[in-house]
């Protein structure tokens, strides 16, 4: 069966600090892979897609990037952390195949202080 | 852009009832919808998926109906128990496979289940 696994589960960083979150699949292969941000109140907005190694897609401009060093593997990243970077930030797969659903990670508490 | 709305933000309820929750979105060019559950601080579980050429799909106490030219959803609970206590959240996918749009959210109902 197929799994996603994200961590850190929670993560306080100051200001100014680096970060890496890692997203992996197990039990399928070539999957579309998200990068979501959840803000209270507003919703989920999508940050990063990608369909393959390497490809990337950026959904809204800002200080964070996505890599995917590998195929059931996604990064995000970011050189200096803003205040308005906290939040909660959930990985997602989903076959490429039709009416697949979107499977979540349980996510990463972000805490910038 | 496709616009995703769920009414009502907030529901409480007594133990026992059967409730609506209602999702509506504003482009009918949809591929399917599908509606989540987020228990707080966890990530989204898929529950039902409805390609849109159906009408309706079932899981155990959930049935969730698709009506894609009104582009509106809604999702049945039967029975109601505590342990549905928790966010509902409906999206709408345009293409197979997520694709560059990925899923459009709406921002969720959150439901309490009174014991």
């Excluded at chain 1, 100014?16 to 990068?35: A, D």
């Excluded at chain 1, 490429?96 to 202080?113: A, E, I, M, Q, Y």
Aim: charged share 15%; hydrophobic share 35%.
């Amino acid at each position: 069966s197929q799994t996603i696994h994200q961590w850190p589960a929670t993560l306080v960083q100051p200001v100014g600090s680096p970060l890496s979150l890692e997203c992996t699949v197990e039990g399928t292969s070539n999957p579309n892979l998200y990068w979501y941000r959840q803000a209270a109140g507003r919703g989920l907005q999508l940050l990063f897609y990608s369909v393959g190694i390497g490809q990337i897609s950026s959904e809204v401009p800002q200080n964070l990037s996505a890599s995917r060093p590998q195929d059931r593997q996604f990064i995000l990243s970011s050189k200096k952390l803003l205040l308005s970077d906290s939040g909660f930030y959930l990985c997602a797969w989903i076959r490429t195949d039709r009416n697949s659903p979107l499977h979540f990670g349980n996510g990463t508490r972000l805490t910038v202080t | 852009k496709q616009e995703v709305t769920q009414i009502p933000a907030a529901l409480s309820v007594p133990e026992g009832e059967n409730l609506v929750l209602n999702c509506s979105f504003t482009d009918s060019a949809i591929y399917n919808l599908q509606w989540f559950r987020q228990d707080p601080g966890k990530g989204l579980t898929s529950l039902l998926l409805i390609q849109s050429s159906q009408r309706e799909q079932t899981s155990g106490r959930l049935n969730a109906s698709l009506d894609k030219s009104s582009g509106r959803s809604t999702l049945y609970i039967a029975a109601s128990q505590p342990g549905d206590s928790a966010t509902y959240l409906c999206a709408v996918s345009r293409y197979s496979g997520g694709g560059a749009d990925g899923l459009t959210f709406g921002k969720g109902t959150h439901l309490i289940i009174q014991p």
